[in-house]
């Protein structure tokens, strides 16, 4: 069974740090894009990133170019979305999903930008 | 960056109704469109890929089609169950794009 659990939410500061990790059940991310994806409360999906399988290419949203990264280990068959230089408009629900088309969803994980 | 007009952006309809959601990218995409259903405080869930393929699991009632610049999502006849916010995605060329979303009331 697909499973994904993403982590590493929670309040930070503007202009501060935070990763976000996605923890992958039921298949391999090394043969697999995956992507990142966010929700601000009450409004509509917001594609983020992705990585290819093979984990040379990134792309991301112009609105995150420059200040999150998306990343992966392989060996945990995790994905991870560092996020740095936080906006209180980066205030989300962040969402890993499976392949490009976005196949399999987590639940997600909140993040709350504010002082 | 491709822009996604998603419309309309809610409506009301009953049991046994059919209803179009529409999405028009704003340059030609091939059939790299996919739809998606959100329920209230839920993941969202893909419906639709490459424009008019059903995910496994999903109920024929619901169908895509369309190309170029113009997609439609159909619900042929409409369930109680079938409630919920509905997306579109362009997935032809990054970065990828959502449309605003339609909300469904049934």
């Known amino acids: 069974e697909v499973q994904l659990l993403e982590s590493g939410g929670g309040l930070v500061q503007p202009g501060g740090s935070l990763r976000l990790s996605c923890a992958v059940s039921?298949?391999?991310?090394?043969?697999?894009?995956m992507s990142w994806v966010r929700q601000a409360p009450g409004k509509g999906l917001e594609w983020v990133s992705i990585i290819s399988r093979s984990g040379d290419s990134t792309y991301y949203a112009d609105s995150v170019k420059g200040r999150f990264t998306i990343s992966r280990d392989t060996s945990k068959n995790r994905l991870y979305l560092q996020m740095n230089s936080l906006r209180a408009d980066d205030t989300a629900v962040y969402y890993c999903?499976?392949?490009?088309?976005?196949?399999?969803w987590g639940q997600g994980t909140l993040v709350t930008v504010s002082s | 960056d491709i822009q996604m007009t998603q419309s309309p952006s809610s409506l009301s309809a009953s049991v046994g109704d059919r209803v179009t959601i529409t999405c028009r990218p704003s340059q030609v995409i091939r059939n790299g469109l996919g739809w998606f259903q959100q329920k209230p405080g839920k993941a969202p869930k893909r419906l639709i890929y490459?424009?008019?393929t059903l995910d496994s699991g999903v109920p024929s009632r619901f169908s895509g089609s369309g190309s170029g610049t113009e997609f439609t999502l159909t619900i042929s006849s409409l369930q109680p169950e079938d409630s919920a916010t509905y997306y579109c995605l362009q997935h032809n060329s990054f970065p990828y794009t959502f449309g605003q979303g339609t909300k469904l009331e049934i």
């Open positions: 999903a499976k392949g490009g088309w976005l196949e399999h």
């Open positions: 490459a424009a008019s």
């Open positions: 039921g298949f391999t991310i090394s043969t697999n894009d």
